[in-house]
């Protein structure tokens, strides 16, 4: 639930107080340069996760960030040093953190406290942080970074409110601010209510009809003055609720460092939430020779400056391909896409009454402007596609798009009067037309996700980088990484063993067939069963050698990844052991021979049938692409994907599955 609908949920919840909540001005300061540490990241260099993929949808995520105090600013760098001077309660309040270095270290503590990253509320793991020494470092609690949330939300809230017209006029907001005490008090409580208490409202709760013969008393007028404000500055407040969602949701990792270092690197383990996918993969088959598909999601600052992910498998299993997409470009392609539309507009009216020379310079400065930033958009996603190994086909898939980034980039002219002039704006692609339709395509093809390859995995070790782009300004509050990787066993257990086995078993029941009807083709052989042979013998083999021989297969634990590999292998040795024990329980139910010999053949061609499906299974596993994955950009998938290296897939009618979808706090792309 978003954190403004909460926090309106706690106004019709908490009692009223009265009298005003404990909120420490300070802790304000202090909240708000935590929050947008937290938010901006711009104090971390890297970032890198180490997710070691331990089983079937079982998995551990290392977080390690390279941290450097001396890209804090000033007022973060102030705020981390003031709450430790709080911690300690040992200054006077009006003492200067500037004054006296060793004198400042000693009252100090030598300690500065510092945001690192942020994890959601529903995880319950205990998160600890060690250095680089492997030594855990101190960190606050939730209950302590929750009420300087909550103190620096209220100062946020009524500054916002007190810059707004009405508050310097008398108005509810005027009342609000200044003169009714208990709708503000009320919202203090509701706000360290819901930032302070571990659970949180996930839904809307039910309200009780009015009691008959009661009217609205003081309680209800103070509690609707407060959903009144948020409600009438709603559009005032648009900023402040995305800080609210955050600090509703995510719980901040606050830790003490040594001021003297610049450079920690800092490591915690993130909690990972595993999404359900049982319900999709019923009824699935697997090829022996197939992949291990596995899907992770996270979602990271949009200051962030570098992202590394790490994956690990465990012994026998090799990454084969491994990618990732991200929407870092979203804000630029939002706002290029209203700019062309725009410039469509301007051209259609230049062309239709020109405007004279000055009209055109200023078109023309526009369509440079603008049409330079869809070049640059498009020539990173074909440079990142050369890198995965295919081409964009953006003649057929971005026509428009391709036609005004070649007038950009070519250096074409256009002559006039025998003299060629560099002008977009008279370039015979730049049209109106062509300008709406790029707008309509970079959205449409999703040419605001990038993409990043890991082409040449070291066997059961992988990479991906993301980098932010130094040109990129536009930044949203985060970005949406999706990350997939496949997993190929590489153990040496071959399905030769397979094969040698479903023989071996029915070599035996053949065998066992052709002595008790004294012919080499018991299935046309006339004539009872030899009476010679004992019954309990040959139930004796066919129970215990077929068992017996499938200890000696050394398949992988069924939780394991090398175990959902070989899940068809496995499947074919069970249809294998189960023919066997239907024709021994036949032998031992009936000595008919009509019986004897259908049970016969059901154990030699249920195993051949089965042997034939994981063999043709086999044989289709790498011929098939990945085409429809959520996590690659429409403008992957698209386009001449079809070229792409191949990447085995198993199918489900016509949709790929994945095996195992993880993600960490907050992320929700790709679900």
Not at 633 to 642: F, G, H, L
Request: glycine residues 6%; charged residues 25%.
């Amino acid at each position: 639930m978003k954190g403004i609908t909460s926090l309106r949920e706690a106004i019709l919840s908490v009692p009223i107080p009265g009298a005003p909540p404990r909120l420490s001005q300070d802790g304000a300061a202090v909240g708000l340069a935590f929050l947008d540490t937290a938010i901006r990241q711009n104090h971390v260099r890297r970032l890198t996760q180490r997710l070691a993929l331990i089983e079937h949808r079982a998995a551990r995520c290392v977080t390690e960030v390279d941290v450097s105090l001396s890209l804090l600013d000033d007022n973060q760098r102030e705020a981390g040093l003031l709450y430790q001077r709080l911690r300690n309660r040992g200054e006077r309040p009006g003492r200067d953190l500037n004054a006296g270095g060793g004198d400042q270290q000693a009252n100090l503590g030598g300690m500065i406290w510092v945001p690192v990253s942020k994890v959601s509320r529903r995880s319950l793991s205990p998160i600890d942080v060690v250095n680089a020494e492997g030594v855990k470092l101190p960190r606050l609690t939730q209950y302590e970074t929750s009420r300087l949330m909550a103190s620096a939300l209220y100062r946020l809230l009524r500054a916002i409110l007190s810059t707004h017209p009405d508050a310097r006029q008398r108005s509810k907001l005027n009342d609000f601010l200044f003169r009714v005490d208990k709708p503000r008090w009320l919202v203090q409580a509701a706000l360290v209510t819901l930032l302070a208490e571990r659970s949180k409202p996930t839904v809307q709760l039910h309200r009780r009809e009015p009691t008959r013969n009661t009217v609205a008393g003081e309680g209800a007028r103070y509690r609707q003055d407060a959903l009144d404000v948020l409600a009438n500055y709603e559009g005032s407040l648009h900023e402040y609720q995305t800080l609210l969602d955050i600090a509703v949701n995510d719980y901040l990792i606050v830790v003490a460092l040594d001021p003297v270092r610049d450079e920690h690197l800092l490591s915690f383990d993130s909690p990972l939430h595993v999404v359900d996918t049982t319900g999709s993969q019923r009824g699935r088959k697997r090829s022996s020779e197939g992949a291990y598909w596995v899907k992770y999601s996270t979602n990271l600052p949009a200051g962030l400056r570098a992202y590394h992910l790490v994956a690990e498998t465990e012994p026998g299993i090799e990454i084969e391909r491994m990618y990732l997409a991200s929407d870092a470009d979203r804000t630029i392609v939002t706002s290029l896409k209203a700019d062309l539309v725009v410039l469509a507009d301007r051209v259609a009216d230049e062309r239709r009454a020109p405007t004279g020379h000055c009209g055109q310079k200023i078109l023309e400065l526009e369509l440079q402007t603008g049409l330079r930033r869809l070049s640059e958009l498009i020539r990173r996603r074909r440079w990142e596609a050369s890198h995965a190994e295919f081409e964009i086909a953006d003649r057929e898939l971005l026509p428009a798009t391709s036609d005004l980034a070649w007038a950009t980039s070519s250096g074409e002219a256009v002559p006039e009067n025998g003299v060629p002039r560099s002008s977009l704006a008279k370039h015979p692609l730049v049209t109106p037309e062509s300008l709406a339709q790029a707008a309509n395509e970079i959205e449409e093809t999703q040419l605001f996700r990038d993409l990043n390859v890991e082409n040449d995995p070291a066997r059961a070790r992988a990479h991906v980088y993301w980098r932010r782009d130094p040109s990129r300004i536009e930044v949203d509050n985060s970005i949406s990484i999706s990350t997939s990787m496949f997993l190929t066993d590489t153990s040496g257990s071959s399905p030769g063993s397979i094969r040698a086995y479903v023989v071996s078993v029915i070599a035996i029941s053949y065998l066992l067939g052709c002595l008790m009807f004294g012919s080499l083709f018991p299935f046309t052989a006339d004539g009872p069963i030899q009476s010679s042979l004992e019954p309990d013998a040959i139930i004796a083999v066919l129970l215990l050698v077929p068992g017996f021989l499938y200890t000696r297969l050394n398949l992988p634990a069924r939780q394991s990844i090398a175990g959902q590999l070989r899940k068809l292998p496995r499947q074919v040795a069970h249809v294998s052991i189960f023919s066997s024990a239907l024709l021994a329980a036949t032998i031992a139910a009936s000595n008919n021979p009509i019986y004897i010999r259908l049970a016969l053949a059901v154990g030699v061609v249920a195993p051949l049938a089965a042997l034939y499906l994981m063999t043709r299974l086999s044989s289709k596993a790498r011929t098939e692409l990945i085409v429809d994955d959520e996590t690659l950009p429409a403008w992957v998938r698209s386009s001449s994907a079809a070229d792409w290296r191949a990447m085995p897939q198993r199918r489900m009618g016509r949709t790929a599955i994945p095996d195992a979808v993880f993600r960490t706090s907050g992320a929700t792309h790709g679900e």
